[in-house]
């Protein structure tokens, strides 16, 4: 069975820009799970979303959003990028929104210049 | 507010000895413990887990101990592998999905 697939890979923005970032969960996984990861701040959690719906959000402004598909696949937006956002976005996908184990990608590393 | 705290920052271990990683959490909603660990470049994977009820855990070379009355939780690594050179977060979950993450501990196994 195919992981948790993210893409881009690796991206590099400029201040105030946008950017999207792609989750595939693991086949027959309801529930992605988004998170933050940076050196200074270690790993946040972002949001998380079952069946379409946001079920959770963390402490994060309303600048970072997201969305998931009825296929499960979840997007996950960051607009005016600010250089504090570089950091290397997690995705972890459940079977469901309460199931316990997480699966993680390998994450987008987002550099913004 | 950090709910969990992760020690230490990073430690090196010879080749077969024990790496031990604690962490002490505030929330007494937890109700889940994973570890994960993550290398360079790649994202966590669970390691192994552990619910309130239970004391200890062990899977292979890896065991948590957990404390409910103090809580703290704790990773042994046992026989240590240069392959285990890496860095490890313990982790706490209430409701729903959201992990709360300590701040890691790099590790290094000298051969």
């Known amino acids: 069975k195919a992981g948790v697939t993210q893409t881009p890979r690796y991206l590099i923005k400029t201040r105030g820009q946008q950017v999207t970032l792609s989750c595939s969960p693991i086949?027959?996984?309801?529930?992605v799970s988004w998170y933050q990861q940076t050196p200074g701040q270690g790993l946040q959690f972002l949001f998380e979303?079952?069946?379409?719906?946001?079920?959770n959000k963390g402490n994060f402004p309303g600048r970072f959003s997201g969305r998931q598909f009825s296929n499960s696949r979840s997007e996950m937006n960051v607009s005016t990028l600010e250089l504090g956002d570089s950091a290397l976005y997690l995705c972890?996908?459940?079977?469901?929104?309460?199931?316990?184990?997480?699966?993680f990608g390998p994450g987008t590393r987002l550099l913004v210049l | 507010q950090q709910q969990v705290k992760q020690s230490p920052q990073s430690l090196i271990v010879q080749k077969g000895g024990i790496s031990i990683i604690n962490c002490a959490y505030e929330?007494?909603?937890?109700?889940?413990f994973p570890w994960y660990q993550q290398f360079p470049g790649k994202g966590p994977a669970l390691l192994i887990a552990?619910?309130?009820?239970?004391s200890e855990k062990k899977e292979g070379r890896f065991t948590i101990s957990f404390n409910k009355s103090a809580k703290q939780f704790s990773l042994h690594i046992m026989d240590s592998q240069p392959g285990d050179s890496a860095t490890y977060f313990c982790?706490?979950?209430?409701?729903?999905?959201?992990?709360?993450f300590g701040g890691g501990t790099r590790v290094l196994v000298k051969p």
């Open positions: 972890a996908s459940s079977l469901t929104s309460t199931q316990e184990t997480q699966y």
């Open positions: 086949s027959g996984h309801r529930s």
């Open positions: 979303y079952f069946s379409e719906t946001q079920r």
């Open positions: 929330n007494t909603a937890f109700d889940y």
């Open positions: 552990i619910r309130p009820d239970v």
């Open positions: 982790a706490a979950k209430a409701a729903g999905n959201k992990l709360t």
